[in-house]
């Protein structure tokens, strides 16, 4: 396996990085077209597949740049990295608009929609302006902590797809944890590597969260 690594490293920039965001894009296109089968989707569905696509996208790019391109200062690396982090970006953005949106309380629906709206107006110029990942950490750090405040199963009503959802975007904070503190296994699996399978756990977690609401709402 060692040897395989090696070999590959010969022809891509970060193989096992490029490898398990692949990976990632993969699984988050499937959690997309899995939920699209659910007829008469819901806003809410609707926002959860945007999510599921827009990270798709993100973990796409980040594959190539990790695979293609050294991480250097030239224009085309910086571009991809752009719309890498603008992806993002807009796919938590919808997070919090399928989150949001199903806050029963309309005055607080109101306002955390709101707030949602200025936090990304305010992340994609940050984006450009800082270059820093440090902005993506922050902006997710502040969604997550949302979703979880949001999907706590504090009732018994509907504490299944809840919990799903809340301990998916909860795990979440192991990444940036791991890329914080630099952790890594091995050579050829480092902070990048364990964050993706972080995130695969993550995301399959929202994602069965998803499915069970959207199939529980289906048979009501």
């Given at each position: 396996?060692?040897?395989i690594v090696e070999s590959l490293?010969?022809?891509?920039?970060?193989?096992?990085?490029?490898?398990?965001?692949?990976?990632?894009?993969?699984?988050?296109?499937?959690?997309?077209?899995?939920?699209?089968?659910?007829?008469?989707?819901?806003?809410?569905?609707?926002?959860?597949?945007?999510?599921?696509?827009?990270?798709?996208?993100?973990?796409?790019?980040?594959?190539?740049?990790?695979?293609?391109?050294?991480?250097?200062?030239?224009?085309?690396?910086?571009?991809?990295?752009?719309?890498?982090?603008?992806?993002?970006?807009?796919?938590?953005?919808?997070?919090?608009?399928?989150?949001?949106?199903?806050?029963?309380?309309?005055?607080?629906?109101?306002?955390?929609?709101?707030?949602?709206?200025?936090?990304?107006?305010?992340?994609?110029?940050?984006?450009?302006?800082?270059?820093?990942?440090?902005?993506?950490?922050?902006?997710?750090?502040?969604?997550?902590?949302?979703?979880?405040?949001?999907?706590?199963?504090?009732?018994?009503?509907?504490?299944?797809?809840?919990?799903?959802?809340?301990?998916?975007?909860?795990?979440?904070?192991?990444?940036?944890?791991?890329?914080?503190?630099?952790?890594?296994?091995?050579?050829?699996?480092?902070?990048?590597?364990?964050?993706?399978?972080?995130?695969?756990?993550?995301?399959?977690?929202?994602?069965?969260?998803?499915?069970?609401?959207?199939?529980?709402?289906?048979?009501?």
């Open positions: 396996m060692l040897s490293s010969s022809m891509l920039s970060e193989p096992m990085t490029s490898f398990t965001d692949l990976l990632l894009s993969i699984s988050c296109f499937y959690f997309f077209f899995g939920l699209q089968k659910f007829n008469e989707a819901s806003i809410g569905q609707q926002h959860w597949q945007k999510f599921f696509l827009f990270l798709g996208v993100s973990t796409l790019l980040g594959a190539l740049a990790h695979a293609i391109f050294e991480r250097q200062n030239n224009l085309f690396y910086n571009s991809v990295w752009l719309i890498m982090q603008v992806s993002a970006g807009i796919s938590i953005f919808y997070a919090q608009a399928a989150a949001f949106g199903q806050l029963s309380h309309l005055r607080t629906r109101q306002v955390m929609v709101t707030l949602s709206i200025i936090q990304f107006v305010i992340f994609i110029p940050s984006v450009f302006y800082f270059f820093d990942f440090r902005v993506v950490a922050f902006n997710s750090l502040l969604a997550m902590t949302q979703m979880i405040v949001v999907f706590f199963p504090s009732k018994i009503e509907n504490w299944v797809y809840k919990t799903y959802i809340s301990f998916g975007f909860f795990i979440s904070f192991l990444t940036i944890y791991v890329h914080s503190q630099k952790l890594s296994f091995a050579k050829w699996f480092n902070h990048n590597d364990i964050s993706h399978v972080i995130m695969y756990v993550s995301i399959l977690l929202i994602f069965r969260g998803i499915k069970y609401q959207c199939k529980s709402q289906t048979t009501t």
